[in-house]
């Protein structure tokens, strides 16, 4: 099994990140990876439960289930059901934690799955690069911030 855990923190108190990232359908608004999203069955994309159907700019189709949502904790988890990419038993979970020191998120984005003999390290970075680091970074685009430590140029 391989488990892959990323992290950052994000230069936005937790409720503006959560405002975002709380829809589970939300994800072709700002993940470049994803062009569009719809939740099956006329479903609300925070129903435990419900199954997001979307498709990748490599016009690739998955299914992903929301398994747990807690607005109290800021953190959802959610499965993969159908996938061309050779990911089995993959689970997610998603959490937000404030850091009160200058309002920040901790933002941490984990999963666990199978996948092929030979072909974990190429899943790992699939998963840890292309999805979770690549996700951070279009979570501040799409909200207009600054990476932690970055300096602006002048």
Known sequence: ???????????????????????????????????DSTIERGQTSDRVGCVRRFHLADG??????????SDMETAYS?????????????VSHVSLIP??????????????????????AEMETLVGEGIYAAGFEAIRRHMGLAKQGSRQEQ
């Open 1 to 35: 099994m391989v488990k892959v855990v990323k992290s950052t923190i994000l230069e936005a108190p937790v409720e503006q990140v959560w405002d975002v990232l709380r829809d589970f359908n939300g994800h072709d608004r700002w993940h470049p990876a994803v062009t």
């Open 60 to 69: 690739s189709e998955l299914r992903e289930q929301l398994l747990t949502l």
């Open 99 to 120: 850091v009160t020191d200058g309002d920040r998120t901790f933002w941490q984005w984990q999963s666990r799955f199978d996948t092929r003999r030979g072909e974990e």
């Open 78 to 90: 959610y499965c993969l059901l159908d996938t061309p990419v050779p990911l089995f038993n993959y």
